[in-house]
């Protein structure tokens, strides 16, 4: 097994989306293509504003994923057209959900190999969150399944999140390496359990995922540009 600083890393627990493949550009284009759905009733980068906010306000009736997000278009179309949206126009919006959900799910370029190589030393543990219907499908199209041990895909990544799915396999918080390009959820959390954590920023990340810069300075993580870099990190340290 490999050392972090003089903890043993037992497991290595890796986020999916916009860690393994890219999640995020969907609801960007998603956005674009509704901006111009709903261009004959508001100025576009307010009919974004408003979505993005009805959005981040509904994942917590709602939870995570595209499902969610539909709902969220359908609720900011009727608001922002003032019940006026005609029938094809909605229609239009389901077919931008499903165009989402049919998706290819196309890994990050270093992924695989990667995985590949960390997967003959370590158990690999792939966490999570949104729709488990639509976490599965993705996992499974994405080819990557085979190198992980443990797969679990959770409503939300909290703290008492990661303390539960570790107590589940017996394992300790501080054997315990999460990977992700999300600070809020893959990060902080971790941390805060007294695990260990690296960090991949994506070219994008969704508002609710930012944290702000006090918090961001003050936390204690190490940083790397692409899954690529991680198991010379590993081996080094």
């Known amino acids: 097994m490999g050392m972090w600083g003089e903890r043993m890393i037992e497991i290595i627990g890796f986020d999916a989306d916009d860690t393994l493949w890219h999640n995020e550009i969907l609801y960007?284009?998603?956005?674009?293509?509704?901006?111009?759905?709903?261009?004959?009733?508001?100025?576009?980068?307010?009919?974004?504003?408003?979505?993005?906010?009805?959005?981040?306000?509904?994942?917590?009736?709602?939870?995570?994923?595209?499902?969610?997000?539909?709902?969220?278009?359908?609720?900011?179309?009727?608001?922002?057209?003032?019940?006026?949206?005609?029938?094809?126009?909605?229609?239009?919006?389901?077919?931008?959900?499903?165009?989402?959900?049919?998706a290819e799910v196309k890994p990050l370029e270093p992924v695989e190999p990667t995985l590949a190589v960390l997967a003959q030393q370590f158990p690999l543990m792939l966490i999570t969150k949104g729709d488990f219907f639509e976490q599965h499908r993705k996992i499974e199209r994405s080819g990557l399944a085979k190198y992980f041990r443990y797969i679990e895909i959770v409503v939300?990544?909290?703290?008492?999140?990661?303390?539960?799915?570790?107590?589940?396999?017996?394992?300790?918080?501080?054997?315990?390496?999460?990977?992700?390009?999300?600070?809020?959820?893959?990060?902080?959390?971790?941390?805060?359990?007294?695990g260990q954590a690296v960090y991949i920023p994506y070219a994008s990340t969704w508002a609710h995922e930012k944290v702000d810069e006090t918090t961001r300075t003050a936390i204690k993580y190490i940083e790397i540009e692409h899954l690529g870099q991680l198991p010379e990190l590993i081996e080094n340290l």
């Open 28 to 102: 960007s284009q998603a956005k674009d293509q509704f901006q111009v759905l709903l261009a004959p009733y508001g100025d576009p980068e307010r009919v974004r504003q408003r979505l993005d906010e009805i959005e981040e306000w509904n994942v917590r009736h709602y939870g995570y994923g595209i499902k969610s997000f539909a709902l969220s278009m359908v609720e900011a179309a009727i608001e922002i057209s003032h019940g006026q949206i005609e029938a094809p126009r909605l229609s239009r919006i389901l077919d931008i959900v499903k165009e989402m959900l049919n």
């Open 156 to 194: 939300d990544k909290t703290p008492d999140t990661y303390r539960g799915v570790l107590a589940k396999y017996h394992l300790e918080p501080h054997r315990f390496l999460m990977v992700g390009n999300s600070l809020r959820s893959d990060i902080l959390p971790v941390l805060e359990i007294g």
